[in-house]
């Protein structure tokens, strides 16, 4: 960009300039020719900056500058709005007598009602007639418009840059945040596998230390697919809407790309970890699931963090002292192929009808964010997203009175997966 003292113009403005002055030379023979733009300084009143002078300097001396006339008092030259909005052709028509080139146009480049700069052009030889003041303003609102775009361009060039920096200091701090929980995270599994070497296969806690370390490889998983699909993405230039859809940023490979999956060998480690969880609230956790499950049609990682969402919020919203069943059935065949069902219920407190159009939408947790359960409302956000991607349909209801005798409303999720 060029600099002209506090004004800033790009070199594609200047050349349209440039061209319009050789217009009006050519077409109107105008001798000399100058524009001006307007600088706005704080506190301070606006000033007129030459910025394109013709006949053009081949260096910075501007011995042949235009200048504007001053008023009978010696003031700067200050152009009536009103008049001009008036189409006073008197006003913008500045005779002198005793100069060599007597017959100055004066035309403010004007744009809702507010005053970008100047336009002044003048010849020696005759006065200026109507129709060639009308082609001169033309000129001027051909200017005007330029340099309209030429500040838009700007304002949008420095929201780039803005922008551009806060994404680089956000992606340091990502950066610096994932290498620091590395550090802690290889810790906590080391301790889970001394612990499950040190105790032996029928003690109690030796689950709850193959609880750790299992979780523990699960958070490194997540990390490490973040991590991966984190610089795919930072390395295209222009990342497309599809690129950045086709991946979730914490499974790196493509969601939609789903196998032949057993589910119990998927559902035993969950069972073991919610099971431990509950049981510190002293919830009771029961499972119903069927013998001899087909074969299902989905991504194993995508299918598990789905069913931990699901499991970690009816804990969640379970008082102490309430209940959570997981049941598997398979469904009869239905015109849509036959479905593995998988259903999650809870005695918890339930979700309003009002919430439950909105409970999928991120960062929505509805009549929650004003109770003192913790939560993002990432959740289920996360599992509606990854179901969408694996053909799976996701169904809510609330109330769901599925045990007798039962306080609250309770909730129950229920998961129809394609099988295989």
Known sequence: MAEYEEIFVSKE?????????ILLAQNLAAQESAIYLTETVKNEEPKLIPVVIYPFSSGENNDNLLLLPESQDGTDFEFDLMEENNNSFNQIVNYIPESASPYQLLLPLIHDDSMV????????????????????????????FAR?????????????????????????????????????LTAIRTFGKLLIKRLLGDDQNYTIAEGIVREGDRLKDLIQDFSEDWKVVNNISNPSLEQTESTSFFLT??????????????????????STIAKEKSITFMSDID???????????????VLNNLLDNAVKYTPDGGKICLEIVKQKSTPAGEKLVIEISDTGYGIPPEDQKHIFERHYRGVQEEGNIHGTGLGLAIVKELCD????????????????????????????????
């Open 389 to 420: 991607k694996m053909s799976i349909d996701i169904e809510l209801f609330s109330p769901s009175f599925w045990l007798k005798n039962q306080e609250l409303n309770g909730t129950t999720f229920t998961l129809f997966i394609p099988i295989a």
């Open 253 to 274: 490979e493509n969601i939609q790309r789903l196998e032949k999956v057993d589910l119990n060998k998927l559902i035993i480690p969950l069972v073991q970890g919610i």
């Open 148 to 184: 309209l775009l030429d500040q838009k361009q700007q304002v949008s060039e420095e929201q780039l840059k803005r922008y551009q920096s806060l994404q680089k200091l956000q992606n340091d701090h990502l950066d610096d945040f994932f290498h620091q929980l590395r550090n802690p």
């Open 13 to 21: 403005f200047i050349g349209l300039c440039q061209s319009q002055l």
């Open 291 to 305: 013998e001899d499950l087909p074969l299902i049609s989905t991504n194993p990682k995508a299918l598990t963090e």
């Open 117 to 144: 700069g100047l336009l002044a052009t003048n010849r020696s030889k005759k006065p200026w007639r109507k129709r060639e003041i009308l082609q001169v303003q033309e000129v001027a609102q051909t200017i005007t």
